[in-house]
């Protein structure tokens, strides 16, 4: 059995939710850069578990709902889990925000305006039909938007669904290849030497598909050896 037969067999026994149905699963893998300054702190690693997301109820005039929820930034008094100490979220200047919008057939929802200057976006994932002050929006498009202005959103007949990412531009050059993100061609090539060289520190487990036993529940140990534990 090959590694990617191994991998797919181990996620089907151990990992999957519904053993006797279809397990649908949505991912957004979002990358944040870091300023040149913070390329080569320490790496940090922290758990967003869903209970500690904040999330928010809005109605409309007609009772129709919006629902969000805050990873990243902060929205009225919701504030999200604390990001990474040196990640450029970490600054509130920076205005960095991660919100998933769920919006009911009908509901309208303003979204409220932020600093000037912000890169701001929506993505526009699922659903039919969206407005967005008043200019209909196809779904599977990704809308930049105004950071300054709110920005009516008026949903069609079918759920729908967002995801917003704003915050400041770095405004640093960008030197990338593949994961890796530095700021100058030289220090590209000195982040692929040392990843060939130490793989960052390496695998520690012992096959490249290793999965754990179902019973220990989600988990995350932490490179000081601290364990959270959720079931």
Not at 47 to 53: F, G, S
Not at 181 to 200: G, H, I
């Amino acid at each position: 059995m090959d590694d990617r037969r191994e991998r797919r067999a181990a996620f089907r026994d151990v990992s999957l939710l519904n053993q006797e149905a279809e397990n649908p699963f949505e991912l957004f893998q979002i990358w944040l850069n870091l300023p040149g300054k913070n390329k080569l702190v320490p790496p940090y690693f922290g758990m967003l578990w869903a209970d500690t997301i904040p999330s928010l109820e809005h109605n409309d005039a007609n009772g129709k709902k919006t629902n969000l929820r805050i990873v990243a930034g902060k929205l009225a008094d919701l504030q999200a889990p604390a990001p990474p100490p040196d990640s450029w979220a970490a600054d509130p200047q920076n205005e960095v925000a991660i919100w998933t919008l769920k919006l009911e057939a009908g509901a309208t929802y303003t979204l409220p305006a932020a600093a000037a200057g912000l890169n701001r976006s929506l993505y526009f994932f699922k659903g039919s039909t969206l407005s967005i002050d008043g200019q209909p929006v196809k779904v599977q498009n990704a809308i930049e938007v105004k950071s300054d202005q709110a920005l009516e959103l008026v949903n069609g007949p079918e759920e729908s669904q967002l995801l917003m990412l704003q915050g400041r531009p770095i405004n640093e050059p960008v030197a990338q290849y593949g994961p890796f993100v530095m700021n100058t061609q030289a220090e590209l090539q000195q982040a692929m030497s040392d990843y060939q060289r130490t793989e960052f520190g390496g695998w520690p487990w012992p096959s490249s598909a290793h999965v754990h036993p179902r019973d220990k529940g989600r988990f995350a140990i932490h490179a000081d050896g601290r364990e959270e534990i959720k079931f």
